[in-house]
């Protein structure tokens, strides 16, 4: 399997075209989350990824977070409505322009870090493919998930 990257130009791209062919009236082919709210939660991922602090992780979590990082990080696909930490969890409405944008926000500061060294919350430092591939895998995901 080929690891895309969104440090890769054309990965990146693509998945911002696809974000952009999401509107309102998109709907998930599996899950609970609404547009608005999966954008909400992979716009909250991605600023954990830049730095963002990764608050009241579970006990449970921090146990086992060398196995949930090679799960991020490793080749096999998410399987459909997985756990997710507590912090990306989003279970009240969201406003889909303003979910977009501020995803949009986050994938433009998150190509702007692209030389710096940053260390994520509860995985620590991911090297430069680990988290160009675990970006795209996660996007890719939901893009999916809502037929995109």
């Not at 994938?107 to 995985?123: D, P």
Request: charge should be positive; include cysteine.
């Amino acid at each position: 399997m080929e690891k895309k990257s969104l440090y890769n130009p054309e990965v990146y791209n693509n998945i911002i075209e696809r974000i952009e062919k999401l509107t309102i009236e998109s709907n998930p082919q599996w899950g609970k989350m609404g547009v608005g709210q999966m954008m909400a939660h992979c716009a909250e991922i991605i600023e954990v990824s830049n730095g963002k602090p990764l608050e009241n992780t579970p006990f449970v979590a921090s146990l086992f977070k060398g196995m949930i990082r090679k799960m991020v990080v490793g080749e096999k696909l998410y399987p459909r409505n997985s756990k997710t930490h507590p912090q990306y969890l989003q279970t009240s409405a969201k406003d889909f322009k303003n979910e977009k944008q501020r995803l949009l926000r986050a994938m433009e500061q998150w190509k702007g870090m692209e030389g710096e060294k940053t260390e994520h919350a509860l995985f620590g430092v991911l090297t430069r493919e680990e988290k160009g591939w675990s970006g795209y895998k996660h996007l890719d995901h939901h893009l999916m998930q809502f037929g995109v």
